[in-house]
């Protein structure tokens, strides 16, 4: 089992910068591929950003590339995401995601491939 925790969500203006933070624990941290996800009140659940377990590899959805930066900590057994420009849009509540990897630079981007979730911290962009 992995337990992740996320902080950092919280309400911010138009143009304005969050970090999300996720802390996992009860496995080897280091081998788990971690993804960011977010859902809007009336949606479906939708995938940010992922990184390999190595770090050597990312993906981001086309609405946050340029703006959104995933990055992890193995030391720290903590995942960040990185959210500048932020706009109402990005509105949500955001979910750390963990799923175990035996290949350093494979990443995913759908919720069906991903075996641990948070709790979900949220983000609130005003206009």
């Known amino acids: 089992q992995v337990q992740l925790v996320e902080s950092g969500g919280g309400l911010v203006q138009a143009g304005g910068s969050l970090r999300l933070s996720c802390a996992a624990s009860?496995?080897?941290?280091?081998?788990?591929?971690m993804g960011w996800f977010r859902q809007a009140p009336g949606k479906e659940r939708e995938f940010v950003a992922a990184?390999?377990?190595?770090?050597?590899?990312?993906s981001y959805a086309d609405s946050v590339k340029g703006r959104f930066t995933i990055s992890r900590d193995n030391a720290k057994n903590t995942v960040y995401l990185q959210m500048n420009s932020l706009k109402p849009e990005d509105t949500a509540v955001y979910y750390c995601?963990?799923?175990?990897?035996?290949?350093?630079?494979?990443?995913?981007?759908?919720?069906?491939?991903?075996?641990?979730w948070g709790q979900g911290t949220q983000v609130t962009v005003s206009s």
């Open positions: 990184v390999s377990w190595s770090g050597s590899s990312t």
């Open positions: 009860g496995r080897t941290f280091s081998n788990y591929i």
């Open positions: 995601a963990a799923r175990s990897s035996a290949r350093p630079q494979v990443v995913f981007s759908t919720t069906r491939q991903y075996d641990y």
